[in-house]
């Protein structure tokens, strides 16, 4: 029977989430703990790729197995995994259903920080030098701008291995919260290597005076490359959640 797991992991130690030939990934320790409970050898589909160092606070694969109520299983396969990985529930769904190509979006969350603080320096980005010039609005006028695009050369890597750079973009929004902190929100239908992260630093940039709206707009019109572009560090950014149609046959969450 085919099964959907959802997780969170906290991604510092890993690289990604997808198997590495000479790292360790969030997939390879999944597939482990699977193998080594259900005991016959366990393939995994992720709902995505998150890239070295990015979270999760909603993640989901699927996998088949003969294994009898795998659902019943949770305590002992969060046994075998690391302390940074945890899987919240096993759901068995239909027999075609895939992680990866039925969600219908996905969102992430970046997370800056204008204070240090060193108990949560492995989950924002703390940029305590840039609190008292940054310019609220022109960050929200950058994550308007993007949601007037559906193709993004000059927010993807330059390696990218991407058959389309199109995505249709649902949500694009600053929040202000306490403690001089800041909340990207972005959901899409699906992202570029390295989008949310060019994104976040190039808005910051025009934010703080360092790069022109201009620059960021003509880039778009004319998709070309960003010069000046930055791309935020890793740690700051979470995949908060995945939506898929109720045909999967997923409880409601």
Not at 10 to 22: F, H, S, V
Not at 176 to 201: C, P, S, T, W
Not at 226 to 234: L, R, T
């Amino acid at each position: 029977m085919r099964y959907f797991a959802s997780i969170q992991y906290q991604g510092g130690q890993y690289a990604g989430w997808q198997r590495q030939p000479n790292a360790n990934s969030v997939q390879a320790e999944i597939e482990y703990a699977l193998s080594t409970v259900f005991r016959e050898k366990i393939g995994s589909m992720g709902c995505g790729r998150t890239d070295a160092g990015v979270h999760a606070s909603q993640f989901f694969f699927h996998f088949d197995t003969e294994f009898l109520a795998p659902e019943q299983q949770i305590n002992r396969l969060n046994g075998f995994l690391p302390k940074d990985i945890a899987i919240l529930g096993i759901h068995s769904v239909e027999e075609e259903a895939h992680a990866r190509f039925d969600a219908n979006y996905r969102a992430y969350e970046y997370h800056v920080s204008f204070k240090k603080n060193p108990f949560q320096s492995d989950l924002i980005w703390q940029v305590p030098s840039q609190g008292t010039n940054i310019d609220f609005k022109q960050l929200n006028r950058v994550a308007d701008l993007i949601k007037q695009y559906d193709t993004f050369f000059p927010f993807c890597k330059t390696n990218h291995d991407a058959h389309t750079l199109e995505c249709t973009i649902f949500e694009s929004r600053w929040q202000k919260q306490e403690n001089d902190k800041l909340v990207y929100h972005i959901a899409a239908n699906r992202f570029l290597r390295g989008m949310v992260r060019l994104i976040v630093g190039c808005s910051i940039r025009v934010a703080t005076g360092k790069l022109s709206f201009d620059e960021i707009k003509n880039a778009l019109e004319d998709q070309t490359r960003i010069y000046n572009a930055y791309s935020a560090p890793a740690q700051g950014l979470f995949l908060t959640r995945v939506d898929y149609p109720d045909s999967v046959g997923l409880p409601l969450t």
